[in-house]
């Protein structure tokens, strides 16, 4: 049976605020979270996915009080991502309304976290969060092989990341994706740091690689700038298609993602 392609738009929230810049830089106000998710459920999206890109204790509640909002207003699946630690964090993020919880750094510094959280909750709830950017050496010393951030080259040369991008961690991305697919993790967002906010096209060679190595589902993120750049991404090994920008600022709808994509020949809801 084929699975229909997920059109999933991202709502990356400040202090109760959806906010979106480039490479998670120069960040500027897109709009009130509700609103916008009320928006894009009359559009026609399949999900919705909320990442707090403060995720500091302050924002905490605020981040909670979104998430009831939301799930009293829409009907869709719910994800939410930033700053999740803990599995009881997973327990409080799902009680206030979410259907899936994003994990990215406390996994990385933990990875047996990705299976408490799968044991508890089941591998449907937990969505690994893997921003990813392509290794780059460090020009002050040409050739010795060294990233910016002091780690060796990733074999892939793809490495994940933390701090939106500009912290290394010398983990090889196609690796950790295939590890965390191993502990139970459910589907990876797989962001591609080095595309975000572009709107230059998803990273396909990125897709490619990780879909040789996992089986469960791919959510495209990072790059979307035009109907065009959804089948590619699909092509490559996506499941589900995610964006931000175009969406939070009318350059382009849901349908319209939805109609390129069945003209592609890909089944849509």
Known sequence: MTVAIRVIPCLD???GRVVKGVNFRDLRDAGDPVELADRYDRQGADELTF???TASSADRETTYDV???TAEQVFIPLTVGGGVRTVADVDTLLRAGADKVGVNTAAIARPRLIAEI???FGAQVLVLSADVRRWREDPATPGAGISADGHPRPGSGFEVTTHGGR???GLDALDWCAQAADLGAGEILLNSMDADGTKDGYDVELIRAVRERV???IIASGGAGA???FAPAVAAGADAVLAASVFHFGDL???QVKAALRAAGYEVR
């Open 253 to 255: 709808s849901i349908g």
């Open 67 to 69: 998430v009831r909002r």
């Open 13 to 15: 929230v400040d202090a």
């Open 167 to 169: 912290r290394g961690t």
């Open 227 to 229: 109907v065009e750049h």
């Open 215 to 217: 089986r469960i589902p």
């Open 51 to 53: 990442l707090d890109v």
């Open 118 to 120: 799968a044991e508890r």
